[in-house]
């Protein structure tokens, strides 16, 4: 037997007798990490953000590499981590040589449990023998996402300081939503049309769930959908909110969109999407703030919130770096000018 085998081979048992306890991720799976987890590959956007809440310094790299106007929100050094690609979802592009090569010790992926990625994460965990843990992506099981995976990645305390202040918004968020005594019919207009929406329990429109605003789109089969315009004048929602600046510029001079309530009261609104998606880009724990920002123009006189302070210090917890005056000035003012 060679000197190297011998020596490989107690290197692997040694990190089997020291391994951390089994945790059992969303699906089911058990999952047991090696003593020390150093380098923690995000399979998607979720899981990155938050990995590099809980602790930075372990995020691989991103599975995207930041645009200029995405890295001024970070400080420098993790803003530069490497573009590792995605595992799972529209467009991945990593693989697992990739994986390998980050030296990874921990797989994990926040979004759908479903059979379809649990099967894929077995799959990939039992070719690179890296323990691949899969959480729930939905917005109220955040703070227990966060709990479960700072467990795995051995940084509790961080992470159960972020799972008690995001609990602590959510229980607060519901309140006023409790609050409110009417709750607009809503369209979420994605892509230039605007034509593509979400309808009921599609995760793109949780947020909208969350709220308690009616989906003018509830009706559509889940998931995301293409519908017509003329679908959308029946609806004839009295809020519309969007991710696409081109949408949002095009609605206010197209004779059509001017037929439609939400358009005739200027109540079309575009989601600030710095450095990730509010409403929806990626569909994580970002869209707190998402939720804050279409409460105010949804509920107004429920919530009075300093949505300035509440932008802050999200950043300060989840982007470890507070925004400038300025940012948040470009963040929180809609581009341009509504029409008169």
């Not at 921990?106 to 890296?130: C, F, H, K, N």
């Not at 972020?162 to 009417?182: C, H, N, P, T």
């Not at 769930?209 to 995301?224: H, Q, S, T």
């Not at 004048?233 to 909110?241: C, Q, S, T």
Request: hydrophobic share 45%; with cysteine; charged share 20%.
């Amino acid at each position: 037997m060679s000197r190297f085998f011998v020596l490989t081979l107690l290197t692997f048992l040694g990190k089997a007798c020291f391994a951390q306890s089994a945790v059992v991720d969303a699906s089911g799976r058990e999952i047991r990490p090696p003593a020390k987890v150093e380098r923690v590959y995000a399979a998607g956007p979720p899981a990155s953000l938050l990995v590099f809440a809980i602790a930075p310094d372990k995020l691989t790299g991103w599975t995207r590499a930041m645009r200029p106007n995405e890295a001024e929100f970070f400080p420098e050094r993790y803003a530069n981590l490497p573009e590792l690609g995605r595992l799972t979802g529209r467009g991945n592009t990593a693989n697992v040589e990739v994986v390998l090569n980050a030296e990874t010790d921990l797989i994990v992926d926040v979004g759908s449990t479903g059979p379809t990625l649990a099967s894929l994460a077995s799959q990939v965990q039992e070719q690179t023998r890296i323990p691949y843990a899969l959480f729930d992506g939905r917005i109220e099981s955040t703070p227990s996402t966060l709990r479960a995976l700072g467990r795995l990645m051995g940084n509790e305390a961080p992470a159960e300081k972020l799972a008690a202040w995001y609990e602590r918004e959510l229980g607060d968020l519901k309140q006023r939503v409790s609050r409110a005594k009417e709750h607009p019919l809503v369209y979420y207009g994605r892509s230039a049309s605007g034509l593509q929406t979400g309808g009921k329990g599609s995760i793109n429109v949780e947020a909208l769930e969350v709220l308690g605003a009616r989906n003018a789109a509830a009706e559509v089969r889940a998931g995301l959908v293409t519908v017509s315009f003329e679908q959308v004048l029946l609806w004839n929602p009295e809020v519309i909110l969007t991710t696409d600046p081109n949408f949002w510029k095009s609605v206010w001079t197209d004779s059509r969109w001017r037929a439609v309530s939400a358009v005739e009261q200027k109540r079309v609104h575009l989601s600030p999407h710095l450095p990730f998606g509010w409403f929806d880009f990626p569909p994580g724990a970002n869209r707190l703030l998402g939720l804050w920002w279409a409460g105010k123009l949804l509920y107004p006189q429920v919530f009075d919130v300093d949505l300035r302070a509440k932008v802050t210090e999200f950043h300060r917890l989840f982007y470890h770096r507070e925004p400038t005056a300025a940012q948040l000035d470009a963040l929180l003012g809609e581009p341009g000018v509504l029409p008169k």
